[in-house]
């Protein structure tokens, strides 16, 4: 299916642990993006990349890692789980113009 | 920095109530401007957008005008259905067409309308 898929839809884990979520698209579009939506602070962006192999920190980078070796995917790692990372995530693509979500992972850490 | 701030929420109406937003923002130059809708359970889909002064963008009855001399951009409809009940964030990219995508969102209004 066209569009950009984000797995998995639901997470929980535990403080300390590594987590890594998943964003695919198909439209080959130059750029990706994470967001983390939090009540009373919208949406936040995290990291982006303008394409393969280029990152680039957003907003609030500290204590995730992104990585982009093929255009279209484009992983989220928390390298070690802390209770204010959960949150709702969100992937994006969009190719200059305006961005295209993907339906988000919710990640509980406990 | 660049800055958007939404009315505080949420908004409860019924059906074929007028419906208005409100979005103003803080940026230099002459940013681009969105409204994104969150319906249960999905993710952010463009709503409509505008990328100057006095522009006014719409889609599915809602509107939204570009006002650079209160940099406002309020949200409008003015017969919401049950089926408009969403999230709804105002968004801005920086001016000169170079963010693809490195929005600043406001905080979002949650939408319910009742029958």
């Known amino acids: 299916d066209a569009g950009i898929t984000q797995s998995p839809r639901y997470k929980i884990t535990e403080t300390g642990r590594q987590v890594t979520l998943m964003c695919h698209q198909t439209?080959?579009?130059?750029?990706m993006f994470w967001y983390r939506q939090d009540l009373g602070h919208g949406l936040r962006l995290i990291y982006y990349?303008?394409?393969?192999?280029?990152?680039d920190k957003g907003e609030v980078p500290d204590g995730y890692v992104v990585s982009r070796s093929k255009t279209e995917n484009f992983p989220l790692t928390l390298e070690s789980a802390t209770r204010s990372q959960t949150s709702v995530y969100f992937c994006?693509?969009?190719?200059?113009?305006?961005?295209?979500f993907g339906s988000g992972t919710q990640l509980s850490v406990l | 920095g660049d800055s958007v701030t939404q009315m505080e929420g949420p908004v409860t109406l019924s059906e074929e109530a007028f419906l208005t937003i409100n979005c103003t923002y803080t940026?230099?130059?002459?940013?681009?401007l969105f409204w994104y809708v969150q319906y249960p359970g999905e993710g952010l889909q463009l709503l409509l957008k505008?990328?100057?002064?006095?522009d006014k963008g719409s889609n599915k009855g809602f509107e939204a005008t570009y006002r650079k001399e209160t940099t406002s951009f309020h949200l409008e409809k003015g017969s919401v259905q049950v089926s408009d009940s969403a999230v709804y964030f105002c968004a801005l990219s920086p001016a000169g067409g170079t963010s693809y995508g490195k929005l600043t969102f406001g905080q979002g209004t949650i939408l319910t309308v009742h029958p």
């Open positions: 505008a990328t100057k002064a006095d």
């Open positions: 994006a693509s969009s190719e200059r113009t305006f961005l295209f």
């Open positions: 439209w080959s579009h130059s750029y």
């Open positions: 940026a230099t130059g002459y940013p681009s």
């Open positions: 990349s303008a394409a393969a192999d280029i990152t």
